[in-house]
């Protein structure tokens, strides 16, 4: 796609002026290039807002059952109340209190029995309508703690709707303009609408499958934890160190859509250059230190045949793919301290803390 793209920007500029480029040092992209990249941006954004006001829509039918849900179960305690006042006033007044006193009042043991046993049953049933209100009343609580949730991610959707809508009318004014100082913008526009197509169609899938493969691949990687990697400090402080080449070699193993792929690690970033259905694709991100049982994985940049994908993309594929670290998968003992990917190696500081107290400072 990328190839394509670029054979025939060259044949659009031939047909225009290039002069105000020649001579340039530092020459800038090529219009055309440039409303091609805008064009992507704006449909990603576009895609982006179908996928929130989706959301909002299921949240918002969530939040209508919860309604009627919450009507239905005041009911049911509003019935439930007045029984079970009844019993807490029965226990109050000392009601129960005098009916135990009838035990010491029987003539024989058989009378003893009958009135234990219809006791027994009465205390049982009284507990049991009381612990029954408070699972409803408990229930209740919960309908309402969850749906105030679902109206604060509504409040949430609608700002970020709101955010992005308005990237959304920049990124296409911008547009607009560029197109407009074309003389012929017809070549361009078939560019355009060639571009959304192979990646609706080929980029965003082949996308996903990338991700869904390695954050499949990353749940094993406790299997790079062998003696060999493994420095010591002393008993609890030790060093993982994973170089580059066995870091590949171990996602190859795992799946052949990685052998076409190159992972670098450097200036504490992951980086990844590859191809996947004659599609260029490009990743970087970092670790983020969560808590010594957390890295959560942050995508800094997703790139699709040379073309820049939007922040939306970025946080789709964060939201649908945790490529984060645990290391409770390679013991339930082990946490992390630090993590640093550089000189072709990532590198975790781990400590052992055992849950008798050693290890701990």
Request: aromatic share 10%; charged share 25%; no cysteine.
């Amino acid at each position: 796609m990328r190839r394509f793209v670029m054979i025939m920007l060259v044949f659009l500029l031939s047909l225009s002026s290039v002069s105000s480029i020649v001579g340039a040092v530092e020459p800038a992209p090529p219009l055309e290039e440039l409303i091609l990249q805008q064009h992507l941006t704006q449909k990603e954004l576009e895609r982006s807002l179908s996928l929130v006001k989706e959301e909002e829509k299921a949240l918002q039918t969530e939040i209508a059952q919860l309604t009627l849900d919450m009507g239905k179960q005041a009911s049911i305690i509003a019935a439930m109340r007045k029984h079970a006042g009844e019993v807490a006033r029965a226990y109050y007044m000392g009601e129960r209190t005098s009916l135990l006193s009838l035990i010491f009042d029987t003539e024989n043991f058989n009378d003893f029995l009958l009135l234990y046993e219809f006791l027994q049953l009465l205390y049982e049933r009284d507990l049991n309508t009381l612990e029954r209100f408070q699972q409803e009343r408990a229930k209740l609580e919960q309908m309402q703690a969850t749906k105030q949730n679902r109206l604060s991610r509504v409040t949430e959707l609608r700002k970020h709707f709101e955010s992005q809508l308005q990237q959304l009318l920049i990124v296409q004014a911008e547009k607009e303009r560029n197109l407009n100082k074309l003389s012929d913008p017809a070549g361009v526009e078939s560019l355009m609408d060639h571009l959304i197509v192979d990646w609706r169609e080929r980029g965003l899938p082949a996308f996903n499958t990338f991700f869904s493969e390695l954050a499949a691949a990353m749940f094993q990687v406790q299997e790079l934890a062998t003696p060999e990697r493994i420095s010591s400090e002393d008993l609890f402080s030790h060093t993982l160190t994973i170089s580059e080449e066995d870091f590949n070699q171990f996602l190859m193993s795992k799946n052949d859509l990685f052998k076409q792929s190159r992972f670098t690690f450097e200036n504490d970033q992951l980086m990844v250059e590859g191809s996947y259905d004659q599609m260029n694709l490009r990743i970087v991100g970092n670790y983020e230190y969560v808590s010594p049982q957390e890295l959560k994985f942050h995508i800094t940049k997703l790139t699709f045949d040379g073309f820049e994908l939007p922040q939306t993309t970025i946080e789709e594929m964060e939201k649908k793919y945790d490529l984060g670290f645990y290391p409770s998968v390679i013991s339930p003992n082990v946490q992390v301290q630090s993590i640093r990917l550089a000189d072709q190696a990532l590198t975790l500081k781990l400590k052992l803390n055992f849950p008798f107290g050693f290890g701990k400072k």
